[in-house]
Nanobody
Framework: VQLVESGGGLVQAGGSLRLSCVAS????????MGWFRRAPGKEREFVAA????????YYEESVRGRFTISRDNARNTVYLQMNNLNAEDTAVYYC????????????????WGQGTQVTVSS
């Protein structure tokens, strides 16, 4: 099973990036897909999650209104559109999959990608 993220990079404050995560190796039918991030010197932090049918979507408060999570089940892909980025968004972003409804606890997520670096310059 693999989750492979892409789309990270260096962007100026106020700019945008779109992260993608392609899943392979098994069907993720019924799985909730999410994004976490880890900033330097900090714990891994929940960012956003989306259920299989996209009927429930959740965001961490600091990204609400700026980030949008979406998924394309036919392509086994989940996206994170990030707008109006600021320096506090600088982190390694991880794609993850869970068969539970527990959002903010990393240990409840079954599969993880290797991470993609997002750096926002101020």
């Amino acid at each position: 099973v693999q989750l492979v993220e892409s789309g990270g990079g260096l962007v100026q404050a106020g700019g945008s990036l779109r992260l993608s995560c392609v899943a392979s190796g098994r069907t993720f039918s019924g799985y909730m897909m999410g994004w976490f991030r880890r900033a330097p010197g900090k714990e891994r932090e929940f960012v956003a999650a989306i259920t299989w049918r996209a009927d429930f979507i959740y965001y961490e408060e600091s990204v609400r209104g700026r980030f949008t999570i979406s998924r394309d089940n036919a392509r086994n892909t989940v996206y994170l559109q990030m707008n109006n980025l600021n320096a506090e968004d600088t982190a390694v972003y991880y794609c993850t999959a869970s068969d539970t409804w527990i959002l903010r606890t990393p240990s409840t997520y079954k599969y993880w990608g290797q991470g993609t670096q997002v750096t926002v310059s101020s």
